[in-house]
């Protein structure tokens, strides 16, 4: 009598805890969404303050070396808060798109894990078809995001090394010197410019096609 008793309770329980199971894995499935979309926001922001971030610094570098300054050393002064504004965006931008890679490739992971798991064919094929074209939206975050960093890198060089020189000659006749190598970091700057506009383009519409079923 006890153990026909305890049978249903123990298959009830069962039951209730391969249940408790399967909505964890839904809820760890919408979880990743929503924190990748997230990281995405930050990435696209942080895109979109780095082009305000060099407009900034490109025009302190242009009073720098007007012909008529007055004050060279509080133009410097701007000029240097600008160059450390540019390295605080460059190093937040790069963590927060080294988060994203990861977050977005534990994502597709989880989520071809899952598709893996269906015994419904029709329902394995729409997941999976699903994943591949999300997926292609994560590659071409990848293919427009292609020389951003080098060119970061390369317009920071420039920067830190015009500090470095007017650091030690900050006189007309030192800027006047070094006015063709403030030119050239004013035109990378705007090349840096020109290739964050398609990663932030991209990024948007991967955010728009997950947010209109990436959850699963």
């Not at 329980?13 to 919408?30: D, E, H, K, P, V």
């Not at 894990?113 to 990848?142: C, H, W």
């Not at 700057?189 to 948007?204: A, R």
Request: proline fraction near 2%.
């Amino acid at each position: 009598m006890k153990l026909g008793f305890k049978t249903p309770v123990i298959l009830n329980a069962m039951i209730f805890g391969a249940a408790l199971i399967q909505l964890g894995c839904a809820t760890t499935g919408m979880q990743r969404s929503t924190n990748t979309r997230t990281t995405m926001k930050e990435v696209e922001d942080d895109y979109q303050l780095a082009i305000v971030r060099v407009s900034d610094t490109n025009a302190s570098l242009e009073t720098l070396v007007k012909m008529d300054q007055t004050d060279e050393k509080k133009a410097f002064e701007k000029y240097s808060d600008n160059v450390k504004k540019m390295k605080g965006i460059g190093k937040r931008l790069f963590g927060h798109a080294d988060k994203m890679r990861t977050q977005q490739k534990e994502y597709f992971e989880e989520w071809r894990k899952q598709g893996n798991a269906y015994t419904n064919p029709e329902i394995q094929a729409l997941s999976e078809q699903r994943r591949e074209d999300l997926s292609g939206s994560f590659v071409k975050i990848s293919e427009a995001s292609v020389g951003v960093k080098g060119s970061f890198k390369a317009y920071m060089s420039g920067l830190e090394e015009i500090k470095t020189y007017l650091s030690t000659d900050l006189t007309p006749k030192g800027v006047e010197s070094i006015t063709p190598v403030v030119r050239k970091a004013i035109e990378d700057g705007e090349k840096l410019k020109e290739s964050i506009y398609p990663v932030i383009s991209t990024i948007d519409e991967a955010r728009a096609e997950m947010a209109q079923g990436g959850n699963r």
